[in-house]
């Protein structure tokens, strides 16, 4: 059955975490207003007409059903977290551990790794490669104190007509394929700046500027809380924590998919970019003139998507970003992989979202890349042997959409709309 690898999200889920009375149902998509609706409850994915999300209780379960036909896949997500807690134990004790020095490339990416240890490896980095990098220790601070970092990464040319991408990885806590994917693709990069003439004419158009971990302190909680957490951990009093902060972008905030509900997964915050993350992040962007390209690195489903996220009316820029997307999992799709090219709001529509705040506010080709699984197959907890397949399949995708916008050099902002 399509859904028995679904355990293993929930295999080293951490045990002091409390699930009482949640489940774990999929359910069929009954047209597009049903999963429009879905999408404001705790979505794990949307793939081949199948949502997998978790209803939290009572309430929860019963408005589903109003919804959607659905199959309860796991009845008892606590009992099912202690059977298969030890499945990855020894990867995930070994993550967790406070050691943060610079490793090896092959040990690295053997495993999910903190947000310390990603930091240490990204300097690391940025003094072997210096030639290429330059390491941003704070673009800002998280409500814990953390520092989101960032990188920019180009060639030495003194090209003054060179354009920015921009990628931003790990806004939601549990997707921790993000994070290690965003560190494959820019060690990728780095490494072959020197002899692959492709990567050298990307860096010789391009300036990449990185943001890796976008919620650090979501991240770690979900290492150390509770391995399903997806928001950040903003303090919304009674007990209660987090704001999404993929709803907290300020284009159509509060529009459409998302919640006013600080207990929901989806809550989009007090006020738009409320939360320092997004705040910070966005302000990094606003400094950079010349924005062209845009990929928000998020997971699960398999899904390269473009604007509209906020509405399934086409944009203006339709015909263009198909065949963008279309070229882009072309690529990934040759190390066999199965990504389907689509709208964003093919995932169902929500507002005050990266990606659509980046293809207006920034005027750039914008994507969001939902990486690996496609449904079911480790789900959130993608085993780590999978970690380099996975992101060896994104690298190539990250070269077909440099190389789509070096021979499209004049694709026009999207047109906003109400």
Known sequence: ?????????????????NYDGQEIWSCKQNGQEAADKLHEYDVFSHADGITTLR????????????????????????????????????????????????????????????????????????TKYSRYVKFIDSIGKTHEGRDIFAL?????????????????????????????????????????????????SHLNNFVYRIVPIVNPDGYEYSRNGD??????????????????????????????????????????????????????????????????????????????????GWTRKPSSNNAILKKMGDSVVTAINKHGYTFTSAPVSILGVASGAADDYMAVKLQAVSMTMELCPRNGGGGFELPPAEIIPCASAAYSGHKAF?????????IPPIKDMD
Request: hydrophobic share 35%.
């Open 1 to 17: 059955m399509i859904y028995t690898n679904l355990l293993l999200l929930i295999g080293s889920a951490l045990a002091y975490a």
């Open 227 to 308: 391995r399903l957490w997806r928001k950040n951990r903003r303090n919304n009093g009674r007990g209660v924590y987090g704001v999404d902060l993929n709803r907290n972008w300020d284009y159509k905030w509060a529009k459409v998919g998302s919640s006013t509900d600080p207990t929901s997964e989806a809550y989009h915050g007090p006020g738009a970019e409320s939360e320092p993350e997004v705040k910070a992040v966005a302000a990094y962007m606003k400094k950079v003139s010349k924005a062209y390209g845009a990929i928000d690195w998020h997971s699960y489903s398999q899904v390269a998507g473009w604007s509209w």
């Open 55 to 126: 209803v939290m209780n009572d309430k929860q379960k019963a408005e589903v059903r109003e919804i959607a036909n659905c199959e309860v896949i796991v009845k008892d997500l606590n009992e099912h977290m202690t059977k298969y807690h030890n499945l990855n134990s020894t990867s995930t004790s070994t993550s967790r551990s406070l050691r943060a020095e610079p490793m090896s490339e092959t040990e690295f990416f053997k495993d999910y790794r903190s947000y310390e240890q990603i930091k240490t490896q990204y300097k690391h980095w940025s």
């Open 402 to 410: 440099a190389e789509f916008l070096i021979k499209n050099p004049n």
């Open 152 to 200: 920019e990464i180009t060639s030495p040319s003194s090209n003054p007509n060179k354009k920015n991408i921009m990628y931003t990885g790990g806004q939601h806590a549990r997707e921790w394929i993000s994070p290690a994917t965003v560190a494959y693709v820019t060690y990728n990069m780095l490494k072959d700046a020197e002899f692959d003439n492709q990567v050298q």
